[in-house]
T-cell receptor
Framework: SQTIHQWPATLVQPVGSPLSLECTVE??????LYWYRQAAGRGLQLLFY??????ISSEVPQNLSASRPQDRQFILSSKKLLLSDSGFYLC??????????????FGSGTRLTVV | QKEVEQDPGPLSVPEGAIVSLNCTYS??????FMWYRQYSRKGPELLMY????GNKEDGRFTAQVDKSSKYISLFIRDSQPSDSATYLC???????????????FGKGTLLTVNP
């Protein structure tokens, strides 16, 4: 069966510090991978998505970047965090190679507080 | 006009009530419709999935899609306190028009079922 792992669950970081959030998917190959941010009252905001190793599409220009060094690994990074980067970060994946679309499967999320 | 509109609530009902949650959308290319349930501080989980128009029932949950009105609904019968969560509608045009299975979410409706 397929599973998605996201860590850490909670993170408190000072302004100006770097960030690295990691997401891995097991039990599938060549998934599409997604990073979302969820802020109160603003819903789910798509930040980045990837259709393959090294292929990253950015949806919103911001202080963050993403990388996909391996097929089932997706990393969200920042060199210098801003207060506005606080939020709930969610990784998700989509199964490829099928004719049917069943939506995305989400990880358990990382709650980031920048202080 | 936003692509997907969802009343954020909050919605508070007594245990056993029938709950109706709704979303409207503007993109006529949408053909995949989903409802996600998100418990506090957790990632969203797929609850119901519908392709094109029609109804789908799963236990106490019924999803309805009316493409002519661009309107989708989720009904919860005999609501339970464990149904207390945020419900997000989501929809996609699949791979048509270069959409690449992008999923567009509503902002979510917070539901509380009181015992």
């Amino acid at each position: 069966s397929q599973t998605i792992h996201q860590w850490p669950a909670t993170l408190v970081q000072p302004v100006g510090s770097p960030l690295s959030l990691e997401c891995t998917v097991e039990g599938t190959s060549n998934p599409n991978l997604y990073w979302y941010r969820q802020a109160a009252g603003r819903g789910l905001q798509l930040l980045f998505y990837s259709v393959g190793i090294g292929q990253i599409s950015s949806e919103v220009p911001q202080n963050l970047s993403a990388s996909r060094p391996q097929d089932r690994q997706f990393i969200l990074s920042s060199k210098k965090l801003l207060l506005s980067d606080s939020g709930f970060y969610l990784c998700a994946w989509r199964k490829t190679g099928t004719l049917t679309f069943y939506g995305y499967t989400f990880g358990s999320g990382t709650r980031l507080t920048v202080v | 006009q936003k692509e997907v509109e969802q009343d954020p609530g909050p919605l508070s009902v007594p245990e056993g009530a029938i709950v109706s949650l709704n979303c409207t959308y503007s993109n006529s290319a949408f053909q995949y419709f989903m409802w996600y349930r998100q418990y506090s501080r957790k990632g969203p989980e797929l609850l119901m999935y519908t392709y094109s128009s029609g109804n789908k029932e799963d236990g106490r949950f019924t999803a309805q899609v009316d493409k002519s009105s661009k309107y989708i609904s989720l009904f919860i019968r005999d609501s339970q306190p464990s149904d207390s969560a945020t419900y997000l509608c989501a929809m996609s045009a699949g791979n048509s028009g270069g959409s690449n299975y992008k999923l567009t979410f509503g902002k979510g409706t917070l539901l509380t079922v009181n015992p």
